[in-house]
C-alpha cells in the first residue's frame, strides 16, 4: 500500500496501518528442495479437506485443536509455547486474548494451543479451503472498513465472554513483518471491560532453525498462494508462542486506552519494529 492510498483510507477504529509489504519478505534459510515442498503441500491439503470432512465435528475443541496441529505439521511447521499452557484464565468468564499479528498462520498458530473463537476480518471467510475452516469454527467477521458494524461486534464479544467464551483478536488490525509494529486498537478491549473478563496477552514470533525470519509473514498485497508457496519451502521454520500473564482490569479505575496499551507493552515488550509507524498516517482509534 502506498502513503498516498494510506492516507486516504477512513478513519474508524477497526482499521490498521502497516508500511509492510511482500519486499519485507524473505527466506532466513536456504530453502527446502521443490520435491520436499510439493510432497507438503499434497499432504497439507490432504490435513484440509480431512478437516473439511469433520463437517460440524470442527467446531468440538478438541477436534479443533488437533486439526490445526496437523495442518501445522504437514506444512513442516513446528509449534513452541511458552508460559501458561491454556490461552483462557480460570474464572467465571471467558478470556479476551489479544496477539501481535503476522500471518495467516498466526490462527492455526494460536488454535492448535486452545480452540477460542476467532475474530478476523471478512475477507478470510473467501479465502480458499482455510476460509471455510474458519467458518465452521465459529469466527466472528468484520468489516473493517464499517464504523457501523461496531457497536454490534462489541456487544457480541462481550456476550460470548460473559457465557465464558473466550475470544481472540489482533488489535494491530493488520499485519506486520516483524509482528512488533503499529499501535493496538482500543475498541476490542471495550469488551473486556463490559463483560468483566480478563485479557490475555501474547506474543507470536517466527523463526528459521533459531534466526527471526520474516517468510511466514502475510502483509501488504500479498496473496495466499504466494504465502502458502513461500511456507512451502521454508526449512525450519517454527512459530513460537509466548503465552503472558493475564490482565484484570478494573472498571473504574481502567479505560480501553489504558487497557490497549497495557496489552501492547506486554505483546511487543521492548523489541524495536523493523519499520517505525509514521504518526501522520495513523488512524483514529
Known amino acids: 500500500m502506498t502513503d498516498a492510498a494510506a492516507m486516504s483510507l477512513p478513519e ?7 508500511p509492510c509489504t511482500p519486499g519485507c519478505v524473505s527466506h532466513a534459510a536456504d530453502r527446502v528442495p521443490a520435491t520436499r515442498g510439493a510432497r507438503r503441500a499434497t499432504v497439507f491439503l490432504g490435513a484440509v479437506m480431512g478437516a473439511l470432512l469433520s463437517g460440524r465435528r470442527i467446531a468440538d475443541p478438541e477436534t479443533l ?16 509455547v511458552t508460559g501458561d499452557s491454556t490461552l483462557s484464565a480460570p474464572g467465571g468468564t471467558g478470556t479476551l486474548i489479544v496477539a501481535n499479528h503476522i500471518s495467516w498462520l498466526d490462527i492455526l498458530a494460536l488454535l492448535a494451543v486452545e480452540p477460542v473463537a476467532m475474530l478476523a476480518k471478512r475477507e ?7 476460509g471455510s475452516l474458519a467458518t465452521r469454527a465459529g469466527t466472528m467477521y468484520i468489516d473493517r472498513g464499517s464504523l457501523r458494524e461496531l457497536p454490534d461486534t462489541v456487544r457480541e464479544m462481550a456476550a460470548r465472554l460473559r457465557d465464558g467464551q473466550s475470544v481472540m483478536a489482533f488489535p494491530q488490525g ?31 514470533e517466527y523463526v528459521q532453525h533459531g534466526a527471526p ?3 511466514a509473514a502475510f502483509v501488504g498485497e500479498d496473496d495466499f498462494g504466494g504465502s502458502l508457496r513461500r511456507v512451502l519451502r521454508a526449512d525450519g521454520l517454527t512459530v513460537r508462542v509466548a503465552v503472558h500473564r493475564t490482565l484484570r482490569p478494573m472498571r473504574d479505575v481502567d479505560d480501553r486506552r489504558r487497557l490497549a496499551a497495557q496489552a501492547q507493552a506486554t505483546v511487543c515488550g521492548a523489541r524495536l519494529p523493523l519499520h517505525q509507524e509514521f504518526p501522520a498516517l495513523e488512524l483514529a482509534r
Do not use: K, M, N
Open 65 to 80: 485443536r488437533a486439526r490445526a496441529a496437523t495442518l501445522l505439521d504437514a506444512l513442516g511447521i513446528r509449534l513452541e
Open 124 to 130: 478470510i471467510a473467501g479465502w480458499p479451503l482455510i
Open 213 to 215: 525470519t520474516t517468510v
Open 12 to 18: 474508524h477504529a477497526w482499521a490498521g496501518w502497516s
Open 174 to 204: 493488520i499485519t506486520w513483518c516483524s509482528g512488533t509494529g503499529g499501535s493496538f486498537r482500543r475498541a476490542t478491549f471495550q469488551a473486556a471491560l463490559d463483560a468483566g473478563a480478563p485479557v490475555r496477552p501474547v506474543t507470536l
